[in-house]
């Protein structure tokens, strides 16, 4: 087999594995988020501090909005700190790492809360 149709092979295999759609890129499969996971894993993990809404206050006054992150600053450029562990100098703020399907996931949802991704 050649190197292409290993790698096309490999992309199907893990879309059909992993549940998610997957796209070529280069030689490397890329997993495309899901912003509807990603809002459920927010829910989880990030409302108690953050506001993870279009509007309202964070609960945490020092917490940034969600919606605010894709205008600051490209919201994709987080996806290497998600996947080496995420620690800030905030003392309340806890470390801690992501999944790929995760990261995918919480990007597409950022984007799409900021309105700052694709087709919005």
Do not use: K, W
């Not at 092979?9 to 796209?23: I, K, S, Y």
């Not at 940034?64 to 894709?70: K, L, N, V």
Request: aromatic share 4%.
């Amino acid at each position: 087999m050649t190197g292409r149709l290993i790698a096309a092979l490999a992309a199907l295999t893990l879309g059909g594995c992993a549940g998610e759609a997957v796209r070529q890129n280069g030689t490397e499969p890329v997993i495309m988020g899901s912003a509807d996971r990603g809002a459920m894993l927010v829910q989880q993990r990030c409302a108690s501090c953050h506001s993870v809404e279009r509007t309202g206050d964070s609960p945490m006054r020092a917490a940034p909005p969600f919606r605010a992150m894709g205008v600051l600053y490209p919201v994709r450029d987080l996806q290497e700190a998600f996947a080496e562990g995420l620690v800030t100098t905030h003392p309340s703020m806890p470390a801690f790492e992501l999944q790929p399907t995760e990261i995918a996931d919480l990007i597409a949802y950022l984007e799409r809360v900021s309105g700052t991704g694709p087709g919005v």
